[in-house]
């Protein structure tokens, strides 16, 4: 019995040391980003010389899941819970509400067009909605898609989930699912595996998936072309010129599309990724930070404090002319301010 008790109690003295070593561990890595974490970030342009950001504006506290961004950049759709928020970005103003899921909102995306609104939900339903009324259009049953996507010709949305087979014993369809949006209606399925994140190529023919690896199929033919060891993704997003696909997970990484060449890895994991409109700055998500990228020369810029926790998601707004965090905190917008480039800063 005593024996027992020694075991119990140095088992209880083991267990707390444990902790106390991963709290420790947690504070000195805070503690670390927190010193790399700058009070303003500077990024090149050719328009405005360097454009700065330094002080953000609270656009809400409330806990936000998803987010996502019309592409004149000036609605910002949200959610929380099972509810959609649009903001207008000009004022900074809540625009409307749209409620009708029955669960979790689980993804966000706006049409090219900049007309519709889709919503994934736990609810196992994709809602679309007309984004300038907040009339719901149609509702797709698709099982649980916890990732979404638009084409940029705006004929395809591509869903896909995360799980094959829930906790609850609710089964998902495995691939990515391709909606056609005239007929607002199933088109057809591309692969077999889970998907955590999904994107086209500038030009639709190609689409990028997966969960563990990285696929990149034609569309139109359904032909396999690249597999990629992205490692366990987060995000993906291609180069303007659609030459490049950058994936987000432990490490991010740089691909060519054509060999499927790894071209460069970067020193840090990220959980999501933002490429400006204009292709120029890259903004990854680590942890609660915001780490500044110019892709194309893999220079870094430097990085901000997006929220007090992790989970952060990350969008260019107006344009691409401010950024934009969200997390368990709420949602953050970054206005930037303009200074003169120095002489012979683009090699003049």
């Known amino acids: 019995m005593v024996s027992q008790k020694k075991h119990l109690i140095l088992g209880g003295v083991g267990i707390i040391a444990i902790v106390a070593l991963l709290v420790g561990a947690y504070f000195l890595l805070d503690k670390s980003i927190a010193a790399r974490v700058s009070n303003r970030v500077c990024i090149p342009s050719y328009v405005d010389g360097l454009v700065c950001y330094s002080q953000h504006q609270s656009l809400t506290t409330e806990q936000t899941t998803k987010i996502t961004v019309s592409p004149d950049g000036k609605i910002l759709a949200s959610s929380t819970h099972d509810i959609i928020h649009l903001w207008n970005l000009e004022t900074g103003k809540k625009q409307r509400t749209l409620s009708g899921h029955r669960d979790w909102v689980s993804a966000l995306a706006i049409s090219p067009d900049g007309q519709t609104l889709a919503s994934a939900s736990l609810d196992r339903t994709i809602k679309l909605w007309n984004l300038e009324t907040g009339q719901l259009l149609k509702t797709l049953y698709s099982g649980r898609a916890t990732t979404i996507a638009f084409s ?135 942890g609660g930070t915001m780490q500044f990228w110019q892709p194309d020369i893999e220079d870094y810029l430097g990085m901000l404090r997006g929220s007090s926790y992790s989970g952060l998601s990350v969008t260019f707004g107006l344009n691409g002319n401010t950024v934009i965090s969200s997390s368990s905190d709420g949602i953050r917008i970054w206005h930037p301010n303009s200074f003169a480039a120095p002489e012979g800063f683009f090699g003049q």
């Open 152 to 286: 940029p010709d705006g004929q395809t949305l591509a869903s896909g989930s995360r799980l094959i087979k829930w906790a609850d014993g609710t089964l998902s369809r495995p691939g990515v699912q391709l909606w056609n949006l005239a007929a607002q209606e199933w088109q057809d399925t591309i692969g077999d595996q889970p998907v955590v994140a999904i994107a086209f190529s500038p030009n639709s023919e190609l689409l990028a998936a997966g969960k563990q690896k990285t696929y990149l199929w034609r569309v139109s033919t359904k032909q396999l072309l690249q597999t990629v060891n992205s490692g366990d993704l987060t995000a993906l997003t291609f180069s303007r010129d659609g030459e490049t696909l950058l994936t987000g997970s432990s490490r991010m990484k740089l691909w060519s599309v054509t060999s499927g060449m790894l071209l460069h890895t970067f020193g840090i994991g990220a959980s999501d990724l933002a490429l400006s409109p204009d292709g120029q700055t890259l903004v990854a998500a680590v």
